[in-house]
């Protein structure tokens, strides 16, 4: 149902062509298709807006008025341009510290517990003393849920049943990672809304006890328009230092990604991709998402066309 | 905060001073809309119906501009076939105990609006009996025995890791020998594009017919609010593998808007049911569908100048 942007390119270039000439008022309709495709990537509507100007901005700029083959060139600034504000390069995940400190947050179901889990296989196999620690002391069984996948992968879990604040069981969990020789500790915490000043309140406190290493966004990759403001929530609080897309095993175009990237300034460390936790965590790669969002095999093949 | 100022106030501006819809008039409608993950082709569709009531009513103010605008977009949310007020009784014809099942992607709410739904019955008299037929996330039959017990609700178990279709059976079965009103079968998230897990739901539900006939009555979707156009694909393929006859829009406390539900809700011809509005055990309503258009222009009468 939703139109590839290669298809709205080509459909927007015929129009121009049909007309015979090519104004600035053409290269506008192209723009606009271009901002639509975004739109239904749920590339947020303000970033949508900046982005199709700055690529306008470019297009007029490289004369693409008198350019024999306008769609193409217009195809390939698109593509760029998706690619470099995705983020140039990898920012890899190495907290320091000892014992390091991670400090999972996020909203409600987004994936954090589970990519606790899958973090914590992977600091493992790379011969890290792990503790997990379950410090969501609201969802009912997020305790079991967290112990259940540390038996999974063999990986120690501080839990205290009947203490209510995260706080000092973050705390708690760290010394007895100092006193354990663990190597990393890892903190899962509780679902929260950015709007819920409680319990923003609460995740302040445990990052202010534990001055973790590295904090982590969790966000679900099918989020729409409101992820940005989410994320710009969260980072007003935390300061994170990158973000975890989740749930990207699925056919969302994932341009909340996108909206992030550019709003909060912070890198995409990981993405995750399945319910399992073997194998199913990678390295975030910019031009793959570009491509991902605006179904960009096809564009691709339509420059190479040319 | 821009995105949550009352659509009236915007409308009016836009207005002031003019005889007609105006280019200022449709951009901020758009915005607003698809802000609110209303979605590029919805909006769209929108747009026209307006523009073509306004050129055949002959619109004059802000006032009536708002009033068209707050019917066609109502007029896109299908409705609640059932005559029922508070929208947690049991449909009309039913032998036996009334049984629903309750699907959706991970992590939206399934579990919890379980829960919730079990305490609206329970409270108007009802015998409830639930199925934990997610047997596969962690710590999910735990959960939803938590919750159980929360709400003093019977909760059929066997344990992690059985066939989900022997556990819905079970479910079906008890519920149908100790003459329950209710029976709740939840299940595992499992994402839209996932051949083998959908197929699955195919066979819980034929699993459940073995014991009743025509079972399962209702088959609620749940979609998180904060879902981007994901949720289309989301609706589209949930309707192919089973029939979809309710959704169930979650975590509607935060900021997103959940505007996404009226595309699917026109497209696929869905009643909204329920909406979730907080983690606890009263947060979940009957849908309304003024009010969720209300709310989508920012939480107040949009009908009133001041
Ligand atoms: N398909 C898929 N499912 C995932 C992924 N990550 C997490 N999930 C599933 O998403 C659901 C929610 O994950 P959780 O880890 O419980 O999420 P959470 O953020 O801890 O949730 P709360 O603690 O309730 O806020 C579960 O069903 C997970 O199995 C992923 O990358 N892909
Ligand atoms: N704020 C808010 N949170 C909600 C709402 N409904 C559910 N949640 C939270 O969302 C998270 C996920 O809810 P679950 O009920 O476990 O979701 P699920 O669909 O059963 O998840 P899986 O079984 O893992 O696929 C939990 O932290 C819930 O407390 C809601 O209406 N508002
Ligand atoms: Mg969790
Ligand atoms: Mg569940």
Redesign the interface.
């Known amino acids: 149902m939703f139109d590839n942007l290669s298809n709205r390119i080509d459909r927007a270039i015929k129009n121009l062509k049909g007309e015979g000439s090519i104004s600035e008022i053409n290269v506008a309709s192209t723009v606009k298709e271009i901002r639509r495709a975004l739109l239904e990537a749920d590339v947020n509507f303000k970033v949508a807006k900046e982005i199709t100007n700055e690529i306008r901005e470019q297009a007029l700029g490289e004369n693409i008025l008198i350019d024999v083959k306008p769609g193409q060139l217009f195809t390939k600034i698109v593509s760029d341009k998706l690619t470099e504000l995705m983020g140039g390069e990898m920012t890899p995940f190495s907290p320091q510290g000892s014992p390091a400190t991670v400090l999972i947050s996020g909203l409600q179901g987004s994936g954090k517990t589970t990519f606790t889990g899958k973090l914590g296989a992977r600091l493992k196999k790379q011969g890290q003393q792990v503790l997990l620690v379950a410090a969501d002391v609201y969802r009912p069984a997020a305790i079991d849920q967290l112990e259940t996948l540390g038996e999974q992968i063999g990986v120690e879990v501080y839990t205290e049943r009947e203490n209510k604040n995260p706080v000092s069981i973050a705390e708690n969990a760290v010394k007895h990672a100092k006193t354990n020789g663990k190597s990393i500790v890892v903190v899962d915490t509780a679902g929260r809304l950015a709007v819920d000043e409680q319990m923003m309140n609460e995740i302040e406190a445990v990052k202010k006890a534990i001055n973790p290493s590295e904090t982590l966004f969790v966000v679900d990759s099918m989020t729409g328009q409101d992820a940005v403001n989410t994320a710009k929530a969260f980072n007003d609080r935390l300061d994170f230092d990158g973000v975890v897309l989740t749930k990207l095993d699925g056919d969302t175009r994932g341009g909340a990604a996108l909206s992030i990237r550019r709003v909060v300034e912070k890198p995409i460390k990981f993405i995750s991709t399945g319910e399992k936790l073997d194998n199913t965590l990678d390295e975030f790669h910019p031009d793959r998402m570009a491509q991902r969002i605006l179904g960009m095999g096809d564009v691709i093949s339509l420059v190479e066309r040319a | 905060e821009k995105?949550r100022g009352s659509i009236f106030d915007k409308i009016t501006k836009a207005v002031a001073g003019k005889s007609k819809v105006d280019d200022d008039v449709l951009d901020n409608l758009e915005?607003i809309l698809?802000?609110?993950?209303v979605?590029?082709?919805t909006t769209l569709k929108i747009i026209d119906r307006i523009e073509a009531r306004v050129e055949k009513d002959k619109y004059v103010d802000a006032q009536e501009l708002n009033q068209i605008l707050h019917e066609e977009i109502a007029s896109l949310l299908d409705e609640n076939k059932s005559e029922d007020v508070d929208g947690f009784s049991i449909p009309e014809g039913i032998e036996g105990p009334y049984v629903m099942l309750v699907v959706g992607?991970?992590?939206?709410?399934k579990t919890t609006t379980i829960?919730k739904l079990s305490a609206k019955f329970k409270a108007k008299g009802y015998k409830v009996v639930l199925g934990a037929a997610d047997t596969?996330?962690?710590?999910?039959v735990?959960?939803l025995?938590?919750?159980g017990e929360?709400t003093g609700v019977e909760v059929v178990a066997k344990g992690m890791n059985v066939d989900p279709s022997s556990v819905a059976f079970e479910a079906v079965k008890k519920g149908v020998d100790s003459n329950a009103d209710i029976i709740i079968v939840d299940t595992a998230?499992r994402?839209?594009?996932?051949v083998n897990l959908m197929n699955e739901l195919s066979k819980i539900k034929r699993s459940m017919q073995k014991v009743a006939p025509g079972v399962p009555h209702d088959v609620i979707l749940v979609l998180?609010g904060?879902?981007?156009?994901?949720?289309?694909?989301q609706a589209r393929e949930f309707m192919k593998a089973t029939e979809v006859s309710g959704l169930a829009i979650t975590?509607l406390?935060?900021?997103?808007?959940g505007g996404?539900v009226i595309g699917i809700s026109d497209e696929f011809k869905i009643p909204v049911k329920y909406i979730g509005v907080g983690?606890g055990v009263d947060h979940l309503q009957a849908f309304r569908k003024m009010e969720f258009v209300e709310s989508l222009f920012g939480g107040r009468d949009a009908t009133k100048t001041n």
């Open positions: 995105s915005e698809v802000t609110s993950d979605g590029v082709e992607v991970n992590g939206v709410g829960g596969f996330r962690a710590a999910a735990d959960q025995k938590l919750w929360r998230g994402l839209h594009n996932k998180d904060s879902t981007g156009q994901n949720a289309q694909n975590k406390d935060g900021t997103a808007k996404v983690e």
